[in-house]
Structures are given as C-alpha cells and as structure tokens.
C-alpha cells in the first residue's frame, strides 16, 4: 500500500472517531443541561418536600431527614454536574487530537494480530471497545519502551510480553493528520525534532507525544522508596516527573488524590510555568511551594532568608565551613541526640502571664515537666505537661469564680452579655440560683482566661528561641568540630551572631531547618501521613539536612528527587556528596537512580558549547538538532554593551524568537533594566520569584532562572569581575543551558575565566576591543 493510500486509510478511521466524539460530546451536554435543570428545580421545591415540624422530638427528626434527602438530591445533580462536565472537557480535547501513536502486536501464544491507537485520554464506544487507549493504560507502554520485535511491558496482573509489528506515529492537527511515519524507534527522531522546533512558551508543554524510553522508565515506576532522577539540563527531566504525577493519579485512581501529592520546585516563578501542565492531561495540581515557603510559614515573625538573600550572602572561610557542618546529617543526628537529652534535662520555659501578672511561672512548669518519669518521652512530656496545666488553670478558673469581685461583675452585665455567657444552656435545669451564678462567673471568667488556654495548647509557654541557642552552644559536646576544622573559637564566635540573628528576628535557610526540627522533637508534632508522594526538583540545591527534616515529616510518603548535579547554585560543590548521603536515608533494594544524559532542549551547537564550561562534569550528549553557533561579544564599556545587547534584541525579534536576558544579580538586572527602557527597548524585569512571567523580553536574576527556557538567551556581561570564582561555574553552566535556539554572552573589558577551557570551534567571538 503506497504512503498517501495509508494516510488516507488512518484518515478516515480518524474522521470515525472524531465523529463518535462529537457524538459522546453532545451526550455529555445534555446531561449537564439536565443536572442544571434539575438542581434548579430542585431548589425551587425546597420549601413544597421539607417538612418543618418542631414541636415534638419525632417531629424534629423527621424535619432533619426530609432537609437531609434534599440536600443527598442536590449532590446527586452536582456529582452529575462535575463528572459530565470533566468528561466533556476531555472529549474536547480529543476531537483536535483524538491520538498521536499506533501499534500492532500479537500476544504471546496468538497468531491475531491487535492494534491500539494511543492518546490524551481513553475513548470508547461501548464498553469493551477502546477506540483511544489512555498513554498512561499498561499496553500503552509498548510504544514508549521498545523497539519492533519482542516488548514486555508490566500490569496490575503481572508482566506481559507482545510481539510488536508496527509503530506508527503521527501529527495531526484539528483532527486532520498532517503527516504519518513508521518507525522501530521508542519515538521516532522527525517527530521529536517537530515538537522541539517549536517557539518556547511562558508556560511548559505536556510532553506526551513525545517520551522517551528513559523518561518512561521515570514515569511509570512504582516499586522505588526513592527515585533519583540526575538529568543534564534540558533533558526533560521535570517534565517527565509532571508526567509521573499524572501516571501515579491514573494508576491509583480511587487510592490516591492530588492533594496526597506535593511537589517542592526551585522557586514560585517555576510553579507558575509548570502550572498548565496537568490540568492539560485532565487531573488536577498537586499541592505545589518552595522549601523557603514551607518554612516560612510555620514561623511567620521570623525572617527566613529569601533565595535572593541566599544567593548573594557570603560563604567563605570560617562561614563555609560551619555551613557545610550545619548542612550535613551530622548536624541532623546531633539535633536527634540533644532532644534525647532534654527528656532529662535543660528544657526552657517562659512564664505564662495575663495581662502582665504572672499565672504560671517558668520553674512551676519545669517542675511539673520534669515531674513525669523516665518512661515519658518528649512527645508524652509535653502533652501531660499541657494537660496538668490545663487541670491547674481550671482549678484557678473555679476558685476565682467563687470570688465577691467577680460575682458582682457578672451582676453589673448588660442583657446582651448574659446572654452570649447563658449560651446554649436551658435556663431552667439549674438547681437553684446559686448554681446559676456560679455558671455564669466561671463562663465570665473563662473569657478572660482563655488566652491563657491558647498559650497552653498551643505551646507559647516554649522558649524555643533559647532552647535554639542552647542547642547550638551544646553542639561541641555533640560533634567533633575538629573533624569539620573548625575551632571551639570560631563555633562560639558563629553562635554569638546566631544570638543576634534570633533577637533580631532573622534565620538564614540552613537554622531555620534545624530550629523547627528541633521544635518538632520537643512537641512532638505529628508527623504529616496524608502526604503519599513526594516530588523535589533541583536537588542539588537541598542540604542532607533539609532531605532528612522532610523525609522525617512525610513517613508514608515515597520520594522522587531530580535535578543536575551540574547546576548546583547554592550547594555548589557539596552537592556532589548528596547521592553518598541519601543513600543513608533510604532503603538500597528501594533505591532505582535513573540518569537523563540527552539533553533536548538547546541545539546540538549550544549543548556542546555549555558543555565545554563543565569541568568534570556529568555526561551530557547533545540531541542532533541544529542551530547557530553561540556567539561571545566583549565590550570596553557599559554603553556599548548595552547598544550591542539592543541590535541582539532587535534580531531575535526579527527571527520570531523569545528572549530572556540573564545578570548576575537583582540589582545589576534593575540597571540593566533602566538603560534598555531609555533605549526604547520593551523589557520586564523579574523582581521576585512570585511574579508571573509575561509574554516579550524578560530581564531575570539568574537565581529565578531555574528550570525555565526561552528561545533565545542573553547573558549579560559575563566579565572577569562578575564571574571569577571557581565555585561559579555551575552558576554559568545553569545560565547558558537556558537556551533552546540561540545564545548569546556580552562582557565588558575581559571575559570570564570560568569560558578558558570552552573550545574556539564551538562558538563565535566579536572582541570590539581587539578591532579598534
């Protein structure tokens, strides 16, 4: 059969299933139309099918169960609302694209020969006949995982093996197919280079038409405690990970909900590219924050470090050192073996006061802690010391009750105040008046105590600050500090500034961790149990610490990590030692690491010029897909810099290309920013990670940059000064590695040391300098 015979073949059969989709579609409609009809109706008739009946107590609950029958109506009609109205938008989305793949097989012991055709989401005319099998159903895996020949795939009943006879791909759009080819590839090379000539968006694309044999591996894995997943950058790494998060909804349908799910991502800019993604593939977003966010709000008169803070503190010498001993899981262990000491010993309390008088002084409570015996650890401590508080101020509560002042207090309340302390209370089931005012009194004075009830429960009484502080004087008798080369001096002279950071208010990312974990022991906060999965891209900038504190608040949950080894902003070198680290936290026989070395976004040309930067570096193969030569333009001054960046600007415009311009930091961005406006240039300054992105040029710290990709990429003024440190090498590979389609570097007067070892072949070098 010639090419356009089977094109016009899988047209028609194309043209058959968009039909029965229309069809499904106009089904759904009526049935949203109807459940309209009928809550409307329903609402209408509210009043004429409930019977209000008061009088006696049979006829109050005949009342409930008639308004209760209404109200199992309304949901009845509002379940119907949602499920016709979910499978509607679905169908919608299937009459443009009804499926992208199909494959012919014949399982093992049969001569027959079955096709499925492969979409968004399953479609079918009767129930046992599937027109569309779901990407995500079993056999589907079939088409990401092999070649033709034999192919085994895993189901809820085991694994199978087919024999695969065709794979066939297509692109199609509004239900007409464009083009057709066969191929023995897990996803045929045209198809993939289709998609990746594509203009870059502000928000990330669903890559279903378009998986990887490697990222399928990621995607459907069910058996792992913990899935590590190194991808160079630009190999699609977090979107197979979005992928993921839709497979496991799909796979664990009833089980598992998108609430279970949390995704921790590198910044909220991130959140909001990645946020179209899911509700794409018809599923709902899992919850979705940063680390920073995370912490920050269980400690709101606290100032955590911002990203931007972070990226700009300075980390050498002593400071380094003490940072990477407060980083580690040595520091997290200590943390563990001081809360285990407090069951003993030194615990701080602060007094509980109202309205500046003292209820329950700070060694009343210490005493009363330390009262429980040896059985009793921190979490049963503070919970019995909550509760013989509690029986205390009762007791108080009582006799201050009882008292003339209090009782003539109530005596002297308006009629409204009565009231609100009668409450729900009959007025007649008091023994006598007595007995009344004594209610009354002890209401009366349980307004006024109940800020010291809330002080109790919710642990006010805690000098956390203090204990914090303690901690961290006591670490020397924890950890060997020799080990770390630090000296005794240099840690007391470090708790000293901590000293003044907590009176300031102020905790950078690394003592935030351990302050809260710390607290945690002490309370004995529950741990979070609902959460059953757990995402978190750009590991490398997660401290062992920070991994340890999460997988200790998230017990029952399964952890998928991803990131680039090479692009390790904030944890720079210490990032290498991660995967040693880790490896203490998890279960090996659970363990599966997957490595993403193809690297899709960028160009052949950028790819092998990004990679040059890396030293030692993991291993990154360039996908074979071409391009221009990444440029390198050195300035002898600012002015000149920026006249070149505005020609660059007015290019890639030309060519239909978006551009995101990268500085170091927010505030060489915000200079830049300024000059390219009096140069009438149309640009958006990213000013923090929870602003929106905009459609046009964008001018972005490259902190914010993680994770995002634009078409055409400016780095801006990447001289001997703004780069210089070994350390930052990272940092240029990240801002390089951004680029999909062009890249191009401007610095002013002398290069960055960190582009020495970049080969002369790989790009093209405009020295203005040289050709004066």
């Known amino acids: 059969m010639s090419a356009d015979q089977i094109k016009k073949q899988e047209q028609a059969r194309m043209d058959m299933v968009v039909d029965k989709i229309k069809t499904a579609e106009k089904k759904d409609q009526k049935n949203i139309e109807n459940a309209e009809k009928d809550e409307r109706a329903i609402q209408a008739d509210f009043k004429n099918n409930v019977r209000i009946k008061t009088s006696t107590y049979s006829g109050m609950m005949d009342t409930a169960l008639s308004v209760r029958q209404q109200q199992q109506l309304l949901q009845e009609r509002q379940n119907s609302w949602q499920q016709a109205t979910k499978e509607l938008e679905v169908l919608q989305k299937l009459e443009k694209k009804p499926y992208f793949a199909r494959i012919d097989f014949q399982e093992t012991g049969s001569n027959k020969t079955e096709t499925a055709y492969i979409g968004l989401a399953s479609f079918s005319d009767t129930p046992d006949h599937f027109l569309v099998y779901d990407w995500r159903a079993p056999i589907s ?7 033709l020949g034999k192919v085994s795939y895993e189901t809820p009943d085991g694994t199978q093996t087919v024999n695969l006879t065709l794979k066939r791909q297509f692109m199609v759009e509004d239900g007409k197919i464009i083009t057709l080819f066969d191929t023995d590839e897990t996803v045929g090379d045209q198809m993939l280079l289709e998609v990746l000539d594509e203009s870059s968006d502000i928000k990330m694309k669903s890559i279903v038409t378009t998986i990887q044999k490697e990222q399928n591996k990621i995607i459907r894995d069910t058996k792992s405690d913990l899935l590590f997943v190194q991808g160079a950058a630009g190999s699609g790494k977090t979107s197979a990970v979005l992928q993921r998060v839709a497979y496991l909804l799909y796979r664990y349908r009833g089980n598992l909900n998108s609430s279970q799910i949390i995704l921790f991502s590198p910044n909220q800019l991130f959140n909001d590219y990645i946020d179209r993604v899911l509700p794409e593939l018809g599923e709902q977003n899992m919850v979705q924050m940063t680390f920073y966010q995370y912490t920050q709000r269980r400690v709101p008169r606290i100032h955590v470090e911002t990203l931007q803070e972070r990226f700009e503190e300075t980390n050498t010498g002593n400071n380094k050192k003490i940072k990477a001993l407060k980083d580690s899981l040595a520091f997290f262990k200590a943390t563990q073996k001081y809360a285990n000491y407090l069951e003993k010993d030194g ?35 503070i919970s019995a010391t909550k509760e013989e508080l509690l029986k205390l101020l009762h007791r108080k509560l009582n006799r201050i009750a009882k008292t003339d002042k209090v009782q003539k207090a109530v005596q002297d309340l308006s009629h409204e105040e009565l009231n609100s302390l009668y409450g729900n209370k009959n007025r007649d089931s008091f023994e006598n008046g007595a007995d009344e005012m004594f209610y009354l009194a002890k209401n009366y004075v349980m307004k006024h105590f109940q800020q010291i009830r809330q002080t109790i429960i919710h642990n006010r009484f805690l000098n956390i600050n203090k204990q914090y502080y303690d901690f ?48 945690d022991l002490i309370t004995g906060k529950r741990e ?22 999460l997988k200790n608040d998230f017990p029952r949950a399964k952890f998928t990590m991803l990131g680039d080894l090479n692009q390790a902003i904030f944890t720079k070198e210490n990032s290498h030692s991660l995967l040693e680290e880790l490896s203490t936290m998890f279960d090996p026989d659970k363990t599966k690491v997957v490595q993403l070395t193809q690297s899709y976004r960028s160009t052949k040309q950028i790819t092998d010029f990004t990679k040059g930067v890396l030293v030692n570096g993991e291993k990154v193969t360039a996908f074979n897909r071409t391009g221009d030569l990444p440029t390198i ?15 660059q600007l007015q290019y890639n415009r030309s060519k239909k290309m978006t551009t995101a311009i990268i500085g170091k930091t927010l505030a060489e961005c915000a200079t830049l920013t300024d000059e390219l406006k009096q140069q009438g240039e149309n640009v958006s300054l990213i000013k923090t990670e929870n602003q929106r992105l905009v459609e046009g040029t964008l001018v972005v710290p490259a902190y914010l940059a993680k994770g995002l990709e634009f078409d055409a990429i400016i780095m801006w003024n990447a001289n001997k000064a703004n780069y210089h440190d070994e350390d930052e090498r990272q940092l240029v590979y990240t801002i390089c590695s951004r680029a999909m389609h062009r890249l191009d570097i401007f610095a002013e007067k002398e290069l960055s040391p960190l582009f020495n070892n970049v080969k002369k072949e790989t790009y093209v070098m405009h020295n203005r300098i040289a050709d004066k």
């Open 472 to 519: 961290l004087r006591a670490t020397p008798q924890l950890i060997n500090l020799t080990a770390h080369d630090i000296t005794t001096e240099q840690w007391e002279q470090h708790v000293a500034t901590i000293k003044q950071n907590l009176i300031d208010k102020h905790l950078s990312m690394t003592d935030v961790t351990a302050y809260l974990f710390l607290y």
């Open 347 to 381: 615990i701080d309390f602060k007094d509980i006061k109202y309205h500046g008088k003292i209820v329950f002084t700070r060694e009343k409570i210490r005493d009363i802690y330390y009262s429980f015996n040896e059985n009793y650890h921190l979490r049963n401590r």
């Open 633 to 647: 333009t050195i300035d002898d001054s600012n002015q000149k810099m920026v006249a070149d960046v505005v020609r």
């Open 528 to 549: 979070n149990t609902d959460i059953r999965e757990v995402f978190i891209d750009e590991i490398q900038d997660y401290t062992a610490y920070q991994l340890a504190y």
């Open 141 to 147: 895996s079939v088409y990401y995982d092999g070649g």
